[in-house]
């Protein structure tokens, strides 16, 4: 009698065992990789956790108030957004409330701090010339010495240091009394009357300046002055209202803190240079200068071009009109003097940093200006005593929904049961370990939508192995013996289970990707425990009830193991094949 041939799928599964090895080791290594890491709990969101909630509200410039609009408001959405994901700081929420408010949550954590301070910061960053410049409080003009002044390298690098140079700078110059003070400012607002007022003025004024401009120019420049000579830096209230309202485009006064941390008052040329001229920024430690932490900043092709011209005008003066200060939402953040035009398409801004303070400049640079300037109207702590009693609630109901799984399983499929319940427990075991990995890796955080995810999860996973147990019952109904069952039900049950969790992926992925805020929590969850269904399956379930086949309780289909032939309806004689349906002639040797 000729042997039959044996299947694909039977020669497949002849080695169970390797599918259960290749899980095993990849929960050991996940585990393994939990507890290395250090972060052996998931990552809580706001709800969970606690946190920050900050509600900002835009404050229109003068004679700009239609600036205030959804375009705006998005856009500071998007680069808030940016700033904080760029510190580490997961699950934070960026929405807009209504037309002028913006409304951020940010949760308890690592650099939640940080977050906090660059939030609602305009980041408006601007490369000015330096008319006039002394301490704080002093009398007639200082040196540059006592302020935060430096030196270029020799070599055109194309970077600005605050290392002081060498050299004698106790005393004042002659280029540096009020007289000449006086006489750059009218200059500025002169040069500022004419078409070519600056390179961040092109466009504004065309056209011949009015007769009497120079008349203008010199009303102006004594008006500044005198604001220059009653301002206060050292007052904080002060220091806040300096240069509001002024034009990148118009002279303005500024202030500022030097290397030995005092106060300095600015009077300064229109901006030549701006934020959007930035193209990246990175905090470095400077030890070949001992500048300590500084920022760099790569400008873009027109940005370099504008910092040449800029650095090449500046150079040909005497001090301070050859220093440019780098104004950072209206205070003096650097003022470095030149010698000769940087052409390296690149500055470093150096003074006070350390290595926080200069990793938030650099964010704040790298990821762009707000489009408008906000104020923060609230500020409140969240605690996570609320979130605490609903994430309780949620697990005692998940609980509840996990307890009458299993007895339903217990009853309906008896010793099937043990097997559906290991490979929810397999199931769990990877979900716990991968949202722990995953906090760290891609900053997802456990909040209660994520959690009810995780709930529902239970439900898909429940449904495969159900899929799956009747689909072998069903061939046992048809007369066979339960190997060649588990082997025939496979593939059929394998492409419903495929097409149910396609399904639930494909609706997880379109709400990612629709939705914002806690809704993709559970969305996110929902995608990875259907994944990991479908790995559970294939690699646990299937081979374990290979295994549990050769065993006699199951496969002589004892009454407790939910196999029972005569419970299911099957008539004897069981069969390993299926009879054909009318008689075929063979031919006797």
Request: positive net charge; proline residues 6%.
């Amino acid at each position: 009698m000729a042997t039959p041939k044996k299947g694909r799928n039977a020669s497949a599964q002849s080695k169970p065992g390797r599918s259960l090895a290749l899980i095993l080791i990849a929960i050991v290594a996940l585990t393994g990789g939990m507890f290395a890491s250090g972060h052996t709990k998931p990552r809580l969101g706001i709800d969970l956790a606690g946190g920050t909630s900050i509600t900002l509200r835009a404050v229109p410039e003068a004679g700009n108030e239609a600036a205030i609009n959804k375009t705006n408001m998005d856009t500071a959405v998007s680069i808030m957004e940016r700033r904080v994901n760029g510190l580490g700081v997961s699950e934070s929420e960026v929405q807009t409330q209504g037309r002028e408010n913006i409304i951020v949550n940010i949760p308890k954590g690592t650099n939640s701090e940080q977050a906090r301070k660059q939030v609602g910061t305009t980041a408006k960053l601007y490369f000015r010339p330096v008319l006039a410049t002394e301490i704080a409080g002093g009398k007639g003009t200082a040196s540059p010495s006592p302020s935060p002044t430096g030196s270029p390298t020799d070599k055109p690098s194309g970077k600005a240091t605050d290392k002081p140079e060498a050299t004698d700078k106790g005393s004042a110059s002659p280029s540096s009394s009020p007289t000449t003070q006086g006489r750059a400012v009218t200059d500025a607002l002169k040069a500022d009357a004419t078409p070519s007022a600056s390179a961040s003025d092109k466009g504004d004024k065309a056209g011949p300046s009015p007769s009497g401009s120079g008349g203008t120019a010199e009303a102006d420049a004594g008006a500044l002055q005198a604001k220059y000579a009653k301002l206060d830096c050292t007052d904080e209230k002060t220091r806040s209202t300096v240069g509001d309202g002024v034009k990148a485009s118009d002279p303005t006064l500024a202030c500022g803190k030097n290397s030995q941390g005092q106060w300095q008052k600015y009077i300064l040329g229109p901006a030549e240079v701006d934020g959007t001229d930035v193209d990246k920024a990175q905090a470095v430690l400077n030890t070949q200068t001992g500048a300590g932490w500084t920022v760099t900043m790569d400008f873009t092709d027109g940005g370099a071009k504008k910092f040449a011209s800029i650095t090449g005008k500046l150079a040909q003066n005497q001090s301070p009109q050859n220093q440019f200060a780098i104004v950072l939402d209206g205070e003096v953040v650097s003022d470095p003097y030149v010698r000769q035009a940087l052409t390296g398409g690149n500055a470093e801004i150096s003074g006070n940093f350390n290595q926080q303070s200069a990793q938030d400049l650099s964010n704040m640079l790298s990821y762009g200006a707000l489009p408008l300037t906000f104020k923060v109207d609230s500020m409140t702590t969240v605690t996570a005593a609320l979130g605490g009693d609903q994430l309780q609630a949620g697990l005692i109901a998940g609980a509840i929904g996990l307890a009458l799984v299993v007895i339903y399983l217990l009853a309906y499929y008896r010793g099937l049961s043990f097997i559906a319940i290991l490979s929810l427990l397999v199931s769990a075991a990877l979900t716990y370990t991968l949202m722990a990995l995953l906090g760290p890796a891609i900053g997802f955080a456990l909040n209660l939508p994520a959690v009810c995810g995780a709930i529902v999860a239970i439900g898909i996973t429940a449904d495969s192995f159900i899929v799956y147990f009747e689909r072998v019952r069903d061939e046992i109904r048809e007369g066979r013996s339960l190997r060649p069952a588990v082997e025939r039900a496979w593939p059929r049950a394998r492409r419903t289970i495929l097409v149910s969790d396609f399904v639930s992926f494909l609706a997880a992925a379109v709400l990612f990707i629709v939705t914002v805020g806690k809704v993709q929590g559970f969305a996110f969850t929902l995608g990875l425990t259907t994944l990991l269904d479908v790995v559970v399956v294939f690699l646990f379930t299937k081979p374990l009830l290979t295994l549990m086949a050769r065993r006699p309780f199951f496969a002589n289909g004892h009454k407790w193991s939910g196999l029972d032939p005569k419970s299911l309806g099957a008539q004897p004689p069981l069969r390993r094949t299926r009879r054909p349906s009318a008689p075929v002639e063979t031919k006797e040797a």
